[in-house]
């Protein structure tokens, strides 16, 4: 490894700052539009997705996508705000931790609108220069049905089936 400047190594640390912080974020973006495909990019091989009572835990990436189908067909729509984001780097500048809020509200099978809080806590890593997520820890706050919520306007008026993700 070269040495590098003062400098050279506080831009790593934004840089990878801002990397980590846009897994967090896109990992909402791929739970609350089904991509699959997206959610894959977001892991190392071994991560773990530990959310615990009532949803589970899940290990490697295949399984963390078969926890996206299972969460899917219990909350086929969710929305996701991922807020007060921190990230430290660590000092070896190759791994990382994040903290971050979750406020969700999705529509579940079983208890209809819903909202979901918490705190993920992320551990990060680079792996040839690539920063993805080593495990994801989820603290639940609550998981509130909200009796009286019904979409008036938007695309949650429509129902699944008619705009073509129905839950598998």
Same mark, same amino acid.
């Given at each position: 490894?070269?040495?590098?400047?003062?400098?050279?190594?506080?831009?790593?640390?934004?840089?990878?700052?801002?990397?980590?912080?846009?897994?967090?974020?896109?990992?909402?973006?791929?739970?609350?539009?089904?991509?699959?495909?997206?959610?894959?990019?977001?892991?190392?091989?071994?991560?773990?997705?530990?959310?615990?009572?009532?949803?589970?835990?899940?290990?490697?990436?295949?399984?963390?996508?078969?926890?996206?189908?299972?969460?899917?067909?219990?909350?086929?729509?969710?929305?996701?705000?991922?807020?007060?984001?921190?990230?430290?780097?660590?000092?070896?500048?190759?791994?990382?931790?994040?903290?971050?809020?979750?406020?969700?509200?999705?529509?579940?099978?079983?208890?209809?609108?819903?909202?979901?809080?918490?705190? %993920?806590?992320?551990?990060?890593?680079?792996?040839?220069?690539?920063?993805?997520?080593?495990?994801?820890?989820?603290?639940?706050? %609550?998981?509130?049905?909200?009796?009286?919520?019904?979409?008036?306007?938007?695309?949650?008026?429509?129902?699944?089936?008619?705009?073509?993700?129905?839950?598998?």
């Amino acid at each position: 490894m070269r040495p590098v400047s003062d400098i050279e190594t506080r831009i790593d640390r934004i840089e990878s700052r801002t990397a980590v912080g846009r897994l967090v974020a896109q990992y909402a973006h791929a739970f609350d539009s089904g991509d699959v495909d997206l959610l894959r990019t977001l892991w190392h091989t071994g991560a773990e997705l530990r959310l615990g009572e009532p949803f589970g835990d899940f290990a490697g990436i295949d399984g963390i996508v078969e926890a996206a189908h299972l969460l899917w067909s219990q909350s086929p729509r969710m929305h996701h705000w991922m807020s007060n984001v921190v990230v430290d780097i660590d000092d070896d500048g190759e791994t990382a931790r994040a903290v971050s809020a979750l406020d969700c509200l999705v529509t579940n099978v079983e208890t209809g609108p819903t909202q979901v809080g918490g705190i %993920y806590r992320d551990r990060a890593a680079r792996r040839d220069g690539r920063w993805a997520i080593v495990e994801r820890v989820f603290e639940l706050h %609550y998981f509130t049905p909200v009796s009286g919520w019904a979409p008036v306007h938007g695309s949650e008026t429509t129902p699944l089936a008619d705009r073509g993700r129905a839950p598998s």
